[in-house]
């Protein structure tokens, strides 16, 4: 049997029905057999970055790798943004790279290359992939592949690259059966569950942290079954704002360096903390970690390194969230938990006292008042991508997400462009049901090609373009501890009209300025004419129009810009 025929079989039998790829001749025998061979979709994209991307988002959204192909040199090194994205952000992909031909290869020998476009790709990818591998040896391919699918999705999931030499892919091989390998398991002490189960009983201002590893572990259900029976408020991780919707009565709001202002007070007041699916990382703490230290924290991961990291004084729970929830129940058959009444009475009261929508007083269009509208009409959206910048935390502080409705962005990697070929890829794992891109007008000129590859494929994303004519995060930044010298951050008049830009690829496309257009604009996005097509909305923002609120340097989360005198519990 072919080598690449043995491969695209296998693709399918794992459940694969998508592939992102841009074409090159090392993947020529890989792309031939899958076409053939298989029913396989094969998706081409314009750049190599947005096909990995696409994929990053295809594994989020359906829990099955995300696979995506390039060919040797060029290709293969354009992968690595999106394969350390998947790695950051624990995304189960397969990358799979073509290589030159294996007598071709330098080896051993003390020169720079040997093969045209010969690059040693496994080295590169390395320290962002839960594993690499060059196969050399057709034979070993069975059980790499079987290996790379176990590896990318089990504890957490992440990518796995293989590299493969073009005359490997056409060597005739005679697979073998692979029986499936053991999944690990772990134990849970039971006096940390019991210990648990009794602190979550006394405290009077609890909280849980949900992150990005709540979807990641496909615990979701489990997770909404956690909170149901111990009534503990949810705040949330950039990563984790879609692990519960914005009308639960348990949601307390995003956390972070831009987070909702009550939410970040909330944190800092809690007595008790459970973290689950989160590695509690510099953006969500700020530097300063004393004012999280003082009260009793359990963290549950599945990675021991993760705790007692940054933050310490821990209960560790190692363990998958699966495992997790699962120990807990038993444990907690016979307990009965109260609804902390006072203490969500507390935080809807700051809440009252700091909206979101009053933040800021931007000249123009409002963005956090603008997310508030386009949740309120985007009820067929499946999934909000977010790009990186000022409108990732605009987004993050203000989208009301249905239960259901799901949230992507590159969050460790922090990737401008990422918006717009994740848009692909969600759209095409939710079997092309409409998706919402926002992205800024800086992010939006990274992977802009990807146009093309909407268009081609009927896909309705809708893009929301936030054009202020500037990188506002950097801006920001320069106006702080720069004079506000704008080196390299605002573009001015010199920016393109995104609206031309979208008639030009044949996508309908319109502008709005003032906050009296924003309704009939969100109509407009969605009505009878555009609900099944790609769009793009220009939303002219204007350029001062800063991220508020945010940490201020030096301080501890729980005092952000503008300032504010906090309200501590006490002296209520």
Same mark, same amino acid.
């Given at each position: 049997m072919k080598a690449s025929d043995y491969i695209a079989d296998f693709l399918e039998k794992k459940g694969i029905t998508n592939i992102f790829e841009l074409s090159g001749g090392m993947i020529t025998h890989l792309l031939d057999s899958i076409s053939q061979k298989t029913k396989i979709n094969i998706v081409t994209m314009h750049h190599e970055q947005s096909a990995a991307f696409a994929a990053d988002a295809f594994g989020r959204v359906t829990g099955i790798p995300g696979v995506a192909m390039a060919t040797s040199g060029p290709g293969a090194t354009n992968l690595l943004t999106g394969i350390g994205s998947c790695y950051f952000d624990s995304s189960p992909a397969i990358f799979i790279t073509? +290589?030159?031909?294996?007598?071709?290869? !330098?080896?051993? %020998?003390? *020169?720079?290359?040997?093969?045209?476009?010969?690059? #040693?790709?496994?080295?590169?990818?390395?320290?962002?992939?839960?594993? @690499?591998?060059?196969?050399?040896?057709?034979?070993? *391919?069975?059980?790499?592949?079987?290996?790379?699918?176990?590896?990318?999705?089990?504890?957490?999931?992440?990518?796995?690259?293989?590299?493969?030499?073009?005359?490997? +892919?056409?060597?005739?091989?005679?697979?073998?059966?692979?029986?499936?390998?053991? !999944?690990?398991?772990?134990?849970?002490?039971?006096? #940390? &569950? =019991?210990?648990?189960?009794?602190? *979550?009983? !006394?405290?009077? %201002?609890? $909280?849980?942290?949900?992150?990005?590893?709540?979807? @990641?572990?496909?615990? &979701?259900?489990?997770?909404?079954?956690?909170?149901?029976?111990?009534?503990?408020?949810?705040?949330?991780? $950039? /990563?984790?704002? =879609?692990? *519960? @919707?914005?009308? =639960?009565?348990?949601?307390?709001?995003?956390?972070?360096?831009?987070?909702?202002?009550?939410?970040?007070?909330?944190?800092?007041?809690? #007595? &008790?903390?459970?973290? /689950?699916?989160? %590695?509690? #990382?510099i953006r969500q703490t700020g530097a300063d970690t004393k004012f999280i230290e003082n009260r009793i924290i359990y963290h549950v991961d599945c990675d021991a390194c993760e705790i007692n990291n940054r933050i310490k004084g821990c209960v560790a729970i190692v363990a998958t969230l699966s495992q997790f929830f699962e120990a807990f129940k038993s444990a907690s058959q016979k307990t009965t938990f109260n609804r902390p009444d006072e203490w969500l009475a507390y935080v809807a009261d700051l809440k009252n006292k700091w909206p979101d929508t009053t933040e800021l007083t931007p000249a123009g269009i409002n963005p956090n008042i603008l997310m508030r509208e386009l949740s309120a009409v985007s009820q067929k959206a499946t999934t909000f991508l977010a790009d990186v910048g000022s409108h990732q935390m605009w987004s993050a502080q203000s989208l009301q997400l249905n239960k259901g409705q799901l949230f992507l962005t590159s969050g460790g990697m922090g990737a401008m462009g990422f918006s717009l070929p994740a848009g692909i890829g969600a759209c095409i794992a939710t079997d092309k049901k409409p998706v919402v891109v926002l992205i800024g007008d800086g992010c939006m000129q990274l992977n802009i090609q990807e146009l093309q590859t909407v268009v081609r494929n009927k896909l309705p994303v809708k893009i929301i373009v936030l054009n202020n004519k500037t990188l506002g995060m950097i801006r920001q930044f320069q106006d702080s501890y720069f004079e506000s010298r704008y080196q390299s951050t605002y573009w001015g008049y010199d920016t393109p009209d995104f609206e031309k830009v979208a008639t030009a690829y044949g996508i309908n496309a319109k502008t709005i300025s003032e906050p009296q257009q924003v309704k009939d604009a969100m109509e407009w996005l969605w009505n009878d004419e555009n609900a099944d097509k790609p769009t793009v909305l220009q939303v002219m923002v204007d350029p001062h129009t800063n991220t508020y609120p945010k940490i201020a340097f030096g301080k501890p989360i729980t005092e952000m810009e503008p300032f504010s005198a906090p309200i501590g519990m006490e002296s209520t």
């Amino acid at each position: 049997m072919k080598a690449s025929d043995y491969i695209a079989d296998f693709l399918e039998k794992k459940g694969i029905t998508n592939i992102f790829e841009l074409s090159g001749g090392m993947i020529t025998h890989l792309l031939d057999s899958i076409s053939q061979k298989t029913k396989i979709n094969i998706v081409t994209m314009h750049h190599e970055q947005s096909a990995a991307f696409a994929a990053d988002a295809f594994g989020r959204v359906t829990g099955i790798p995300g696979v995506a192909m390039a060919t040797s040199g060029p290709g293969a090194t354009n992968l690595l943004t999106g394969i350390g994205s998947c790695y950051f952000d624990s995304s189960p992909a397969i990358f799979i790279t073509g +290589q030159v031909n294996r007598h071709e290869q !330098k080896g051993d %020998r003390e *020169i720079r290359q040997l093969g045209f476009q010969e690059t #040693d790709i496994v080295a590169m990818a390395k320290p962002i992939t839960k594993a @690499a591998y060059l196969v050399n040896n057709p034979n070993d *391919i069975p059980r790499i592949f079987e290996e790379a699918f176990k590896i990318a999705t089990e504890g957490r999931p992440g990518p796995v690259l293989i590299d493969l030499p073009m005359d490997v +892919q056409r060597t005739q091989i005679e697979p073998e059966f692979i029986a499936d390998l053991p !999944k690990p398991t772990s134990k849970i002490a039971d006096t #940390d &569950l =019991d210990n648990l189960i009794q602190d *979550i009983k !006394k405290a009077k %201002r609890p $909280l849980i942290l949900a992150g990005g590893g709540v979807r @990641a572990s496909k615990s &979701l259900q489990q997770f909404e079954a956690f909170v149901n029976q111990t009534k503990v408020p949810v705040i949330t991780t $950039l /990563l984790g704002l =879609d692990t *519960i @919707a914005a009308d =639960d009565a348990m949601r307390v709001g995003f956390i972070g360096s831009y987070g909702n202002r009550w939410a970040n007070i909330a944190f800092g007041e809690c #007595d &008790l903390l459970v973290v /689950l699916g989160s %590695r509690l #990382d510099i953006r969500q703490t700020g530097a300063d970690t004393k004012f999280i230290e003082n009260r009793i924290i359990y963290h549950v991961d599945c990675d021991a390194c993760e705790i007692n990291n940054r933050i310490k004084g821990c209960v560790a729970i190692v363990a998958t969230l699966s495992q997790f929830f699962e120990a807990f129940k038993s444990a907690s058959q016979k307990t009965t938990f109260n609804r902390p009444d006072e203490w969500l009475a507390y935080v809807a009261d700051l809440k009252n006292k700091w909206p979101d929508t009053t933040e800021l007083t931007p000249a123009g269009i409002n963005p956090n008042i603008l997310m508030r509208e386009l949740s309120a009409v985007s009820q067929k959206a499946t999934t909000f991508l977010a790009d990186v910048g000022s409108h990732q935390m605009w987004s993050a502080q203000s989208l009301q997400l249905n239960k259901g409705q799901l949230f992507l962005t590159s969050g460790g990697m922090g990737a401008m462009g990422f918006s717009l070929p994740a848009g692909i890829g969600a759209c095409i794992a939710t079997d092309k049901k409409p998706v919402v891109v926002l992205i800024g007008d800086g992010c939006m000129q990274l992977n802009i090609q990807e146009l093309q590859t909407v268009v081609r494929n009927k896909l309705p994303v809708k893009i929301i373009v936030l054009n202020n004519k500037t990188l506002g995060m950097i801006r920001q930044f320069q106006d702080s501890y720069f004079e506000s010298r704008y080196q390299s951050t605002y573009w001015g008049y010199d920016t393109p009209d995104f609206e031309k830009v979208a008639t030009a690829y044949g996508i309908n496309a319109k502008t709005i300025s003032e906050p009296q257009q924003v309704k009939d604009a969100m109509e407009w996005l969605w009505n009878d004419e555009n609900a099944d097509k790609p769009t793009v909305l220009q939303v002219m923002v204007d350029p001062h129009t800063n991220t508020y609120p945010k940490i201020a340097f030096g301080k501890p989360i729980t005092e952000m810009e503008p300032f504010s005198a906090p309200i501590g519990m006490e002296s209520t």
